[in-house]
């Protein structure tokens, strides 16, 4: 608005120019017919401009300075029915409160003043001295205005009062000029309040805090999965303050007698009348304890069972803190089962962890209920289990449960009575028959594991079935020849190793996961206990240790190796021959240099990988490493690899080690050496020791891992909090919508489907099938009901999923349950048709029932109505669980700490740069069998210049006019499918920008040639022009799209079928809309980053 409503002022442009100053240009127009407004201040000035001519040049940028007062007279004219436009209230608020008249003085405790114990007097806070400087301001500028000084002295003095103001708000004001800026750095409002020391990130949201312990952290499998052991020294400091009652008034008598220095006792007591606080330690505590009345407070020492709060920073999601029951130990460390160690990040080589004891009834409720271990066996992020069995425990599983595992009678009850500790120390075990009866009782170790499924005081109600892959599994199910197919049937194992995929973290098909799902957190945590009781027994009796004898090559291993060596070596050569002799067929996009250290890269890689599984065949099926690594508790077939045969290639940023000398790795080598050992290839193992080239080739790849992750660790955890601020105001409301905290919707329904991520059982529905069924039929009696048939399976899952209560499930989980049964009906169809069965497509009627054939079928297909009913029933039961409850927080965050290539692309989405790194299309063709026209659409896209297809460019100087002669390669523009020719070559020059050449200059003389006659101008010679012409015609675009730098013909392997490939471009490039609007083009088109599908945010 040029113009005022109410006054109809000018209105100019409003600028802030220099250290807090607000210039209007009032006065300033480029219009030829002035406003009234400037024609009369620029006829003030007629007088003026007779005696001095320069002044009207300086008239036309006259400029009026806003100062303060200024300000607060235009915003105290502003009338009430116009300050909504400004987004405040009359009644509030009103714009010249934006104008700071008074400045607000902070009481003495925020400003303490410190006794000086070096020189006599006190030293003052920045913000005293800071208000005294302000106030000494005012008296300058009170006695020069009563004084008579000169106006510019004064406005100094103003805007150094100005300065000091804004310094007293945020000492860290920029633009002051040198001669005022502050001799000493001081902490203003703006610094005490801001940042991670400030009061709220540093003093109120995260602070330092009373009855908290930190020491150094040690394993013991002894502990139950929700214990933590804390030492006596720590719970003889850490109190509890506990009431006094008749139920524990003799406990709490004996606690005061005991007093500070006793484990268990009390360090100070607070009487319910006087409010006295007493210290225990002196005094006569016998007559203390004799006059504690009900209703007195005694601050006991820290006891067994006391709920704590166990947590390790850095804390990344919300498990890295949860609450343990005490248990008070001698020694100096706190102590917790290993399984606990994965929600931590913990391990135990120096860390140190923190310990809170809950000072209330409350607290302590509220934190058994929602950060009990217990309750947070499984991950919010996808709900799969994260307190697990890890290393010794899966290792000594995995040797338990081996098949040639025999264990006599004593061995086997010393394993049983293991698992026997805490509440469970006087149950009775009973010990199943041995599977050997002659010529000695002996029991396997498999029969061990199903004692600890059954070895609990409500054995007759868990009966779990499992059927899972192991990690070595290779065919046959029940029958691997690797033993690595595991089936547990009614709490017995009855076949299959268990390995990490069984036992550990990570995978829905555990053991621990399954006893969760189906029978509770108890049942879980009961069984991982037991499993870290028994197997560091068993290891321990048995002997498991790591020698330099495990790590020794055999004959066998070393001729493998060789042979390994010399094959790729073999292959290197001649790879590095054809690129010599430029017989090397080049990569799509990628130069001969390029495609021959992609080539050997790729062949030297696998060399490590293949004597891996050199190992795997040579070694011992006892070696140590080998054992560790085939039950996933620790390690790799890689890790063994480099220990005994070959520790491989080294690469640096995905790449051989480049040329850090003049052309070569290191001045050991010639240079241009290209061969496996000049450019990072280790062909020794750690064993037989590496050479002094090898190991700095170690180091290096070494050292660019160590810096990896100290970058990725600040980028990530820096990346998080800022997740975490955008999203900790989402939940879900009670219109089970996702709002913030303004009640803004985010998402209509929580993650589409309105399902908790950690209750789903399945990795993409709410409830495992297969498992509920099983779980069914071992659990519902079945033997005097009907086995149902085909027809009637179809018929009661229709009758049930119609009934009330599941129309509150989605249509799409009912779906998935048609699809479940009738797959089950099909399989007793086929079944019964196996047999000649002929009544397996219609109703059964009585006499067809009582003509059924064969009991055996009728065992295999078994399927009552009893448990078709109670399967839909905990399916319904599971499905409403694994709904989302409102005013739930959803903003769920992974661990950070193991993303590794993945940082850089989601620091790209998060801060929607506009160039990512490595842009690529991935764009469908609509015909994709054909090469020839895939050809066609990548020379649309691709960026052609006109360098690449010319032969020369030559210039011509003739008597007459000089010129420049081009020479087209129409070979090349035949082979790329350039539709290009002579007119659009011209069309392209003309239009390039900075060429400045027309098209009455230039001249096509055949298919193949084309002269530009360059033109002399005012500011250039002939000669430059042209030089400067020549320079710059290679690099003129004749063909695709400018932000499109390449594109690669791509076979679609996920479309490709026998004998017929399909196609599609992989088009390097940001230009998404130009690809999809290309001829020849399928609409869609989708961008990706190298492997991982993604959208490049400010284009999509």
Known sequence: MSQCPYCEGLNGNVKKTGMMKIVHEKYKSTKKILHPAISEFRASFQNALEHNKELELLLAKAQEILNPLRILTLFRDILDEDCPLFGMLPRVSRPEDLILSRIVVPPVCIRPSVVSDLKAGSNEDDVTMKLTEI????????????GGAKIQM?????????????????????????SMQPKKATRGFVQRLKGKQGRFRGNLSGKRVDFSGRTVISPDPNLRIDQVAVPIHVAKILT??????????????????????????????????????????????????????????????????DVVLFNRQPSLHKLSIMCHFAVVKPHRTFRFNECVCTPYNADF??????????????????????MGVKSNLVTPRNGEPLIAAIQDFITGAYLLTQKDVFLDRGHMTQLCAAMLAGKDGDMKINLPPPAIFRPVKLWTGKQVFSVLLKSHREAASVKMNLRVKGKQYSSGEDMCKN??????????????????AVLGSGSKNNVFYVLYRDFGEQFAADAMWKVARICPFFLSNRGFSIGIGDVTPGLGLLKAKDELLNCGYKKCDEFIQDFKESRLQTQPGCSEEETLEAVILGELSVIRDHAGKACLRELHKSNSPLTMAVCGSKGSFINISQMIACVGQQALSGKRTPDGFESRSLPHFRKFAKFPGAKGFVKNSFYSGLTPTEFFFHTMAGREGLVDTAVKTAETGYMQRRLVKSLEDLSIQYDMTVRNSVGDIVQFVYGGDSLDPASMEGKDRPVDFDRILAHVQSFVPDHESCVLSAVEIKDQTNSILNQEKFQACSEE??????????KLSDKVANLHSRYGLSFVKEKMNTEMKAMRLGFAVEWVSRCTSLQLRRFFDICHEKFMK?????????????????????????????????SISTPIISAGLVNESDPDIARVIKGRLEKTTLGEVTEYVEEVFAPENCFLFIKLDLNRIRLLKLEVNTETIIFSICTAPKLKVKRQHIHSLSRSTICI???????????????????????????????????????????SQAGQEKYKLLVEGNDLRGVIATVGKSCEAWVELRNRSSGLSLEC
Not at 892 to 902: A, E
Not at 1027 to 1036: A, E, G, R, Y
Request: hydrophobic letters at 40%; glycine letters at 6%; charged letters at 25%.
């Open 813 to 822: 989980y009912k779906k998935g349950l048609r699809k479940f049964t009738n």
């Open 882 to 914: 694994a709904k989302i409850e409102p005013a739930v927080d959803e903003y769920f965050l992974d661990v950070f700490s193991h993303i590794t290539l993945g940082v850089p692309r989601i620091k790209e989405i998060i801060n929607a740069s506009r």
């Open 154 to 178: 004064i406005i100094e003095d103003w805007d150094f009062l100005q300065l000091q103001c804004a310094l007293y708000i945020n000492s860290e004001t920029t633009g002051i000029p040198l």
């Open 240 to 305: 509890y303050p506990e009431k006094v009652t008749r139920a524990n008034i003799h406990f709490m008598r004996k606690l005061v007698e005991n007093g500070a220095t006793q484990h268990p006792g009390a360090n100070f007591i607070v009487q319910q009348n006087t409010k006295i606080k007493k210290f225990l330690k002196y005094g006569n505590r016998q007559l203390i304890a004799k006059d504690l009345r009900i209703g007195d407070t005694v601050e006991r020492h820290m006891i067994d069972g």
């Open 349 to 370: 080589d120096g860390d140190e962890m923190n310990l809170h004891l809950p000072q209330t009834e409350e607290a302590k409720a509220e934190a058994l209920t929602l």
């Open 1013 to 1055: 006659y360059p033109q002399e101008n005012n500011k250039s010679s002939l000669h430059f022009v042209m030089q400067t012409l020549k320079k710059s015609l290679p690099n003129v675009v004749i063909k695709g799209m400018k932000g499109v730098a390449r594109a690669i013909i791509h076979v679609d392997e996920e479309k």
């Open 135 to 146: 106030i000494f301001l005012n008296d300058v500028i009170r006695k020069h205005r009563s």
């Open 483 to 500: 033993d690595s197919f595991v089936v547990i049937h009614n709490s017995e194992l009855m076949c299959g190793a268990l390995d990490k």
